[in-house]
């Protein structure tokens, strides 16, 4: 019922910038905890940044100072700002969110299907 489109990666210089976002669709949800991952092949799964119902953040120490994540919850979307952009960087970037159908409490993981983001040095 729930689809997690996203959208805004590409191929950058190192040094620039990129925004992701994430955008929930649906009816009759709710959406508490987002963020996003990043895949490389060969490479373990980072997470690298979550933001909760609250607007509290964390960051993975790779982008600390150079990422931000936040939300708009009247779009039911979430986005990461991506400054200063290094090789490193280079991933498949998915969003997940948690997403509940109140009044259950459960709730359940979605996934958006990763978009591109290419460093280039």
């Known amino acids: 019922q729930v689809q997690l489109v996203e959208s805004g990666g590409g191929l950058v210089q190192a040094g620039g910038s990129l925004r992701l976002s994430c955008a929930g669709s649906?009816?009759?949800?709710?959406?508490?905890?987002m963020g996003w991952y990043r895949q490389t092949p060969g490479k373990q799964r980072e997470l690298v940044a979550t933001?909760?119902?609250?607007?509290?953040?964390n960051y993975a120490d790779s982008v600390k100072g150079r990422f931000t994540i936040s939300r708009d919850n009247t779009k039911n979307t979430v986005y990461l700002q991506m400054n200063s952009l290094k090789p490193e960087d280079t991933a498949v970037y998915y969003c997940?969110?948690?997403?509940?159908?109140?009044?259950?409490?459960?709730?359940?993981?979605?996934w958006g299907q990763g978009t591109q983001v290419t460093v280039s040095s």
């Open positions: 997940y969110a948690h997403i509940q159908w109140p009044p259950r409490p459960n709730e359940f993981l979605y």
């Open positions: 649906g009816s009759n949800f709710r959406i508490n905890a």
């Open positions: 933001i909760t119902d609250a607007n509290s953040t």
